[in-house]
């Protein structure tokens, strides 16, 4: 077999991520698990490598191994969820649901690889392909190319993308002042307005901000 | 009646509230440490006054002749309070020539320095000056047995005080005069 | 593979192992200084025992080094490798052990973005000296380094034993909330350095050094920016007064409670490590890296002996740094937990979007004005 470097790293990458994402939901330990999705991030951000992303690599493991993993290693053990919950429990029609959404999900994905595989070339000549973002090509975002470079994310980012961008800000703010309603205990929410119930407008601003 | 008085505590001013000026106050004061004077003692070859009164390791002292001061009376092993002192009394032989007119000496004197205290009774009470807490302080060994002080080490660690008194010397001219007691 | 490759690879291997030893020993005789200026600033002498047979035969050089204890940091280390592995019966054995590892690696891999010096060859072509020139430098060090609280949580965890897990919980805490705020202090630096009109662009370290030669070093132009970052620095590097997950007063040690010999020993050098390289990253951000003084050039003329001397005044500033780590470090006493968390997200985080927004209004409106 005639394997370049690329190639030989690029399996040995899907592997670890691959085998870290089966790991995750195989193991019975969820720190284990948990130390798996990392590295199956970590397995993720050296693809991106490998396609010279390396902006979308290090943003990766940054955010997700970096600081969400954290947050959930944090959660594991603030619980102590121990190895054996969950092992006694029958199968319910849930499960037998999500078993089934979970294989319609696979099927979809291979049916959709099978696809269109093929479709989307490499560009051979590096040069244009990875072609650099110059001021003029951001004008107004018209003829916006990806490139691995920093910059053309954030010209993406804030012409061409700045409605999905803000969008997905606000979402996430939402979803943020969200998690602070219902966190917050409704003791002082109760005796203030017991009808209206818990609204944003109660929340802590102090953690808005944040 | 007794009034209370409350204590206002003064609200921080903001330039307090940052500690900034506090931190860097106490950065100052550790820096113009780094240059002071040490006070470090190089223990093994620098060595620590002792100041006078100081209470060592218990030993055995001889008077300035050379002889055996210890009667054997055993009060310091009475009064000691850990029970550290051990005394086996025995007899000074008839024919001594240097302590004839003393009758006891013990056999064997052994100080267990693992359960002494160096509270200092035994030098106090001694009613012949034999024993004294000198200025030893740093004693070891690998093993108890180390740690227990027989009388040949006690004498060893004591040596030959100054004794003023020369009490035996007294008496002995005392009995040679007939006048003994 | 080509001949080419291999030797490139060969050449890049041994530089990095250089780097390796380097940053180490440096780490090792940060432990020294720290011991040495602890004492110092409390009356003592410190460590002055140690050392080798023929070294202390030379008449006055001899007694001296051994007085400054130079030797010190070897007799830890070999204490270290034949201390008794002891290894609790309690623990969760693979992450006992895996731990010290994930501490030390991040520790090690952010060194390789770090430039701290350039050489200048014949024909006036500058080269950097840097491992790794990335041209994301300062993310990669903030994706790198924020994994090493890994090595601290599951330390803490699979030690299965309280005050360590206390230590790992705090630490976990401690570093997601100063992550946050270092990573919005140092924004503004490269708003200024890559605000239109300047020469240097990207996110790469070397440009942001090379932006401060003969120029205002960053730290004059942005102080504020610079303050923030070196607190969330002492709060990253888990220094005093931010030294929750050891805490020896309340914690015993914190994390590495149930750690001996040679897997404490990783444990302290990756500390130290980090503190190297927080100080060598705080020198390039905001004091200049390897050139001069603010507004002066660099004296030294280009060439071997010039990016000698270029690396060498890199490294005192950073070892100014180290020190004034350690003198931080015995002056201020401890926060407390919940001193930490505020000060974290109630005080750092607004100060650093403030300062944050200033910039980009600066920045713009200078841009504006540069533009008319
Ligand atoms: S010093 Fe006190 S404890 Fe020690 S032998 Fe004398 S009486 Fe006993
Ligand atoms: S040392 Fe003094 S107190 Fe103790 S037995 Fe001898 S004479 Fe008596």
């Given at each position: 077999m005639n394997l370049s470097l690329v190639d030989f790293l690029f399996y040995v990458f899907s592997a670890i991520s691959v085998g870290g994402g089966l790991a995750v939901i195989l193991s019975r330990n969820p720190v284990t698990a948990a130390m798996f999705m990392i590295l199956s991030l970590v397995g993720?951000?050296?693809?991106?490598?490998?396609?010279?992303?390396?902006?979308?690599?290090?943003?990766?493991?940054?955010?997700?191994?970096?600081?969400?993993?954290?947050?959930?290693?944090?959660?594991?053990?603030?619980?102590?969820?121990?190895?054996?919950?969950?092992?006694?429990?029958?199968?319910?029609?849930?499960?037998?649901?999500?078993?089934?959404?979970?294989?319609?999900?696979?099927?979809?994905?291979?049916?959709?690889?099978?696809?269109?595989?093929?479709?989307?070339?490499?560009?051979?000549?590096?040069?244009d392909h990875w072609q650099d973002v110059t001021e003029e090509t951001s004008a107004a975002g018209a003829n916006i190319v990806f490139s691995k470079s920093v910059k053309s994310f954030g010209y993406g980012l804030f012409t061409k993308y700045m409605l999905p961008l803000q969008?997905?800000?606000?979402?996430?703010?939402?979803?943020?002042?969200?998690?602070?309603?219902?966190?917050?205990?409704?003791?002082?929410?109760?005796?203030?307005?017991?009808?209206?119930?818990?609204?944003?407008?109660?929340?802590?601003?102090?953690?808005?901000?944040? | 009646m007794i009034k209370t008085v409350v204590m206002e505590r003064k609200p921080l001013s903001l330039s307090e509230r940052t500690y900034l000026p506090q931190i860097a106050s106490g950065l100052k004061t550790t820096f113009s440490n780094l240059f002071k004077k040490k006070v470090t003692l190089q223990y093994p070859e620098q060595r620590p006054a002792i100041p006078r009164g100081y209470r060592g390791v218990p030993t055995l002292v001889k008077d300035p002749n050379g002889r055996e001061k210890?009667?054997?009376?055993?009060?310091?092993?009475?009064?000691?309070?850990?029970?550290?002192?051990?005394?086996?009394?025995?007899?000074?032989?008839?024919?001594?020539?240097?302590?004839?007119?003393?009758?006891?000496?013990?056999?064997?004197?052994?100080?267990?320095?693992?359960?002494?205290?160096?509270?200092?009774?035994?030098?106090?009470?001694?009613?012949?000056?034999?024993i004294f807490l000198q200025e030893n302080y740093s004693l070891s060994g690998y093993s108890r047995?180390?740690?227990?002080?027989?009388?040949e080490e006690l004498y060893e660690l004591g040596g030959t005080l100054p004794d003023k008194h020369f009490k035996w010397d007294k008496k002995k001219a005392d009995e040679e005069s007939g006048n003994a007691h | 593979m080509d001949i080419e490759l291999i030797q490139m690879l060969a050449l890049k291997v041994t530089y990095a192992v250089v780097m390796v030893s380097v940053v180490m020993s440096i780490a090792g005789y940060t432990v020294l200084a720290e011991r040495k200026v602890c004492a110092w600033m409390q009356g003592r002498v410190g460590p002055n025992r140690t050392v080798l047979p023929f070294v202390s035969a030379i008449p006055i050089i001899g007694p001296f080094l051994r007085n400054l204890g130079i030797f010190q940091p070897l007799a830890d280390g070999l204490k270290f490798l034949f201390k008794e592995e002891i290894v609790p019966g309690h623990v969760n054995k693979f992450y006992y052990y895996l731990s010290p590892i994930v501490a030390l690696v991040p520790a090690l891999t952010t060194m390789t973005v770090l430039p701290f010096g350039e050489f200048t060859n014949a024909e006036g072509h500058t080269t950097p000296l840097v491992l790794a020139n990335v041209d994301l430098g300062i993310l990669f060090v903030f994706a790198i380094s924020s994994l090493g609280v890994y090595g601290i949580v599951l330390a803490g965890w699979s030690s299965n034993s309280k005050y360590p897990f206390l230590g790992g919980i705090r630490s976990s805490a401690q570093m997601i909330s100063y992550e946050l705020a270092m990573g919005l202090s140092v924004l503004p630096v490269f708003l200024w350095v890559n605000a239109p009109g300047m020469t240097e662009s990207g996110l790469s370290l070397v440009s942001i050094v090379n932006s401060q030669e003969n120029a205002p070093w960053l730290v004059l132009i942005q102080p504020f920016s610079a303050f923030l970052f070196l607190i969330a620095l002492?709060?990253?590097?888990?220094?005093?007064?931010?030294?929750?997950?050891?805490?020896?007063?309340?914690?015993?040690?914190?994390?590495?409670?149930?750690?001996?010999?040679f897997k404490f020993g990783i444990f302290f050098v990756a500390e130290y490590a980090h503190v190297v390289i927080g100080s060598a990253i705080f020198t390039t951000l905001f004091l200049g890296g390897w050139h001069f003084l603010p507004w002066v050039a660099d004296p030294w003329a280009p060439g071997l002996i010039g990016s000698l001397l270029g690396v060498g005044w890199f490294l005192a500033k950073t070892?100014?740094?180290?020190?004034?780590?350690?003198?931080?470090?015995?002056?201020?006493?401890?926060?407390?937990?919940?001193?930490?968390?505020?000060?974290?997200?109630?005080?750092?985080l607004p100060l650093a979007l403030v300062n944050l927004i200033f910039y980009v209004i600066l920045v713009t409106y200078l841009d504006q004005a540069a533009a008319s």
């Open positions: 993720v951000a050296s693809l991106f490598v490998l396609l010279e992303a390396f902006f979308l690599a290090v943003l990766q493991v940054l955010v997700y191994a970096g600081a969400v993993m954290v947050l959930f290693l944090f959660i594991i053990m603030l619980m102590d969820v121990g190895p054996d919950s969950g092992k006694g429990a029958k199968l319910s029609k849930k499960r037998i649901l999500s078993g089934f959404i979970a294989l319609l999900g696979v099927g979809l994905l291979t049916v959709l690889t099978l696809e269109y595989s093929g479709v989307a070339t490499v560009a051979t000549d590096s040069a969008v997905a800000g606000f979402l996430l703010l939402a979803a943020m002042v969200g998690v602070i309603v219902l966190s917050k205990k409704t003791d002082d929410v109760d005796a203030h307005n017991k009808a209206d119930g818990p609204s944003p407008g109660t929340t802590n601003p102090q953690s808005e901000e944040a | 210890c009667v054997s009376c055993q009060l310091c092993e009475f009064v000691c309070p850990p029970k550290a002192i051990r005394i086996t009394p025995g007899h000074v032989p008839e024919d001594d020539e240097e302590r004839s007119h003393v009758e006891k000496a013990p056999e064997e004197f052994e100080i267990n320095m693992l359960r002494c205290i160096y509270c200092g009774y035994c030098e106090e009470v001694c009613p012949e000056e034999a047995e180390e740690m227990i002080n027989n009388k | 002492f709060a990253e590097t888990n220094r005093l007064p931010f030294d929750m997950p050891e805490s020896e007063t309340d914690l015993v040690g914190g994390f590495h409670t149930e750690y001996g010999s070892f100014c740094l180290i020190f004034f780590f350690i003198w931080v470090r015995w002056t201020l006493p401890r926060f407390r937990y919940d001193q930490v968390m505020k000060l974290g997200w109630a005080k750092l």
